[in-house]
């Protein structure tokens, strides 16, 4: 059986170096700027074939290419991992000012975490590049999931997103309000440290 991106596949590995590209291209001008990071690091992917037939799968979608690229929004997934939330929202205004890019949807678990303490910063773009799209556009128009994180709420979920496979365990409601308790304590951390760091920019 030949990738559910078919010939897009090439197309999606292009897209991923022109997104990498833009948003490094970003953090390096702010570091020239500022001589901060505003970026801890950044990580770009394209969802394998196996896990993106598994989801066209659970969604009850046929497993094609036109399904992957426009009903699935995550063929292309970023993580920015950033040491301080401002950082974060700074990340975001750049992402919606990039040239060619339209955002979709965004979700702002930061904000309003989810009820089991998961937090992030989502959005679904669409960037415009100049090949061809599923639907025969040309330029074509190619989606992609980022999530903007801080170095705590990364760690979070990377450890709640191990645990989640491990089913059949003993205590598991315990295990549940414990890492929403972790969760908690760690946004709590999250604003000390941004509050200290404004104190140490005004001083
Ligand atoms: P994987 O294996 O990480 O790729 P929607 O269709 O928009 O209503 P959806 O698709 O669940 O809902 O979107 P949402 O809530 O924005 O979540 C998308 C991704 O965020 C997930 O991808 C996870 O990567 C991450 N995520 C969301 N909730 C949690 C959580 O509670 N814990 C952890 N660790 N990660 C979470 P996938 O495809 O579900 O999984």
């Not at 910063?121 to 590049?129: A, D, P, T, V």
């Not at 074509?140 to 979070?156: F, H, V």
């Amino acid at each position: 059986m030949g990738s559910i991106y078919g010939k897009y596949e090439e197309y999606l590995r292009q897209v991923c170096d022109d997104l990498r590209q833009k948003v490094e291209g970003y953090s390096s001008a702010e570091y020239s700027k500022s001589g901060t990071h505003i970026s801890e690091h950044i990580d770009i992917r394209i969802k394998s074939d196996l896990s993106m037939r598994e989801k066209c799968r659970k969604k009850g979608l046929e497993e094609t290419a036109e399904n992957a690229l426009s009903a699935i929004s995550d063929s292309i997934g970023m993580r920015i991992v950033c040491s301080f939330t401002d950082d974060i929202y700074k990340n975001i205004s750049y992402i919606r000012s990039m040239e060619g890019c339209t955002v979709i949807k965004e979700k702002d678990y930061i904000t309003h975490a989810k009820p089991n303490g998961y937090r992030s910063y989502h959005m679904i773009i669409s960037l415009e590049e100049p090949f061809e799209d599923v639907f025969g556009n040309v330029p074509g128009r190619y989606k992609a999931e980022i999530q903007l994180r801080t170095i705590a709420m990364d760690s979070w979920a990377a450890l709640e997103h191990k645990m989640r496979y491990k089913k059949d365990i003993k205590n598991q409601l315990l295990i549940e309000s414990e890492l929403k308790r972790v969760a908690d304590e760690l946004a709590s951390c999250d604003l000390s440290m941004q509050t200290i760091r404004d104190l140490i920019e005004r001083a």
